[in-house]
């Protein structure tokens, strides 16, 4: 299939990769403290610069994307540190879900890979804290294996299998 259209030419991109049915979501902790999230995207989306979300995939298991990619972009972004945030949103399924995440930082490119997990008994999605970025710095290694164990805080209602 065809990728959706997305804005390729942004100087600074994430883009999360999977390929199951579920819903994962790429979530981005801004250096002000906002985020940009599926349930946070405009309140919020002043503090992240003009960061915007153009790819949704497989929005809460609802139909299945081919290829299953979401897409946040920057053309303009405030100075700090960014976080991107894997996060299952709904899952069918007890299993960790492979991912990829590819952020391009000003013509550098790192792809990091990773698992997430939704934990069905606790009703809370298992968070994968991929990478950090600076925009004044040199693009950064990948942190998946070292902090892939947390919890997503923001999410506090609309975030599981509801």
């Known amino acids: 299939d065809a990728l959706p259209i997305f804005d390729t030419t942004a100087p600074v991109q994430a883009r999360l990769d999977w390929d199951t049915d579920d819903d994962l979501d ?3 902790r801004c250096p002000t403290g906002g985020w ?4 946070r995207q405009h309140p919020w989306e002043e503090s992240c610069g003009d960061g915007q979300r153009d790819l949704d995939a497989n929005y809460k298991m609802l139909k ?13 972004l405030h100075p700090g540190s960014y976080r991107l ?9 007890y ?16 792809s990091c890979s990773g698992e997430v997990a939704w934990d069905e008994t606790r009703g809370k999605g298992y968070v994968a804290y991929v990478i950090d970025f600076d925009t ?9 294996d070292q ?14 299998k509801d």
């Open 26 to 28: 790429l979530v981005v």
């Open 136 to 144: 004044t710095r040199p693009l950064p290694s990948c942190n998946v």
């Open 147 to 160: 902090t892939a164990t947390g919890h997503l805080q923001i999410c506090t209602t609309g975030c599981g």
């Open 85 to 93: 945030i894997v996060w299952p949103a709904n899952t069918g399924s």
């Open 64 to 76: 299945r994307d081919h290829p299953t990619t979401e897409h946040i972009r920057w053309h303009v």
């Open 95 to 110: 299993n960790p879900i492979p991912f990829r995440v590819t952020l391009t930082l000003f013509g550098q490119t790192r």
């Open 36 to 39: 940009i999230s599926p349930l």
